[in-house]
């Protein structure tokens, strides 16, 4: 199996863009999660789907931030009129089934100028 | 709530010594999983293990153990013999058994192994 993949791995804008990101997960994997992660902190959760269902949203996910999963296979990430505050690493995770190991992605690196 | 925490930000080493990363958790669930996860410079976040709540048996895979007690809930995670490749911030990670089962990270502790 080929692991989790995003793209693109790095981002850079100007503020009040709007930036999507892609993550493919590991094939046959229901469960596909985001989380950001900025310097020095652990990721933190901000969505998650299961199959094309989004089931959870963190209240860090304000409404600037949409998520997909269109055929509960890859998915999207969207942030509208970025702020410089949202920089981070943005990573998905996906993972086989309840209990089961979330596997990440290299992570799409965001700068908001 | 679930919490992580990492009390140890930076530890640096000299190569071939031991080294101990502590992990201390809060949870309410009676079923839970614990996690940890190695980041290098490259930024991925590789898996190391996984452990569920009944099974309070330590690990050894190669140089790596780990020691779960859930009597302080705790989840240490040492490396024997360490090696510059063991260069890393590595992350503990708690997730419940319900719903989404997100994982609930520490701050993570950079080990820095000197040749």
């Known amino acids: 199996d080929t692991g989790v993949s995003q793209d693109p791995r790095h981002k850079i804008t100007k503020r009040g863009q709007n930036v999507t990101f892609r993550c493919d997960p590991i094939?046959?994997?229901?469960?596909l999660y985001w989380y950001r992660q900025t310097l020095g902190q652990g990721p933190e959760f901000l969505t998650y789907?299961?199959?094309?269902?989004?089931?959870?949203k963190s209240r860090l996910l304000s409404d600037r931030f949409s998520a997909e999963r269109p055929k509960g296979s890859f998915s999207t990430l969207e942030i509208q009129r970025t702020e410089q505050g949202d920089s981070a690493m943005y990573l998905c995770?996906?993972?086989?089934?309840?209990?089961?190991?979330?596997?990440f992605g290299p992570g799409t690196r965001l700068l908001v100028l | 709530a679930q919490k992580v925490t990492q009390a140890q930000t930076e530890i640096s080493v000299v190569e071939k010594e031991d080294v101990t990363l502590d992990c201390v958790y809060e949870?309410?669930?009676?079923?839970?999983?614990l996690f940890w996860y190695k980041q290098p410079p490259s930024g991925e976040l590789v898996f190391l293990i996984r452990?569920?709540?009944?099974?309070?048996q330590n690990e050894i895979s190669g140089r790596y153990s780990w020691n779960f007690q859930k009597s302080t809930s705790s989840f240490n995670f040492t490396i024997t013999a360490s090696q510059v490749v063991d260069s890393a911030v590595y992350f503990c990670a708690l997730s419940g058994n319900q719903g989404a089962q997100k994982l609930v990270f520490g701050q993570g502790t950079r080990l820095t192994i000197n040749p």
């Open positions: 094939s046959e994997h229901n469960r």
């Open positions: 452990r569920n709540s009944f099974d309070e």
């Open positions: 995770a996906s993972s086989l089934g309840q209990g089961l190991t979330q596997y």
């Open positions: 949870t309410r669930d009676t079923t839970y999983y």
């Open positions: 789907f299961q199959n094309e269902a989004q089931l959870e």
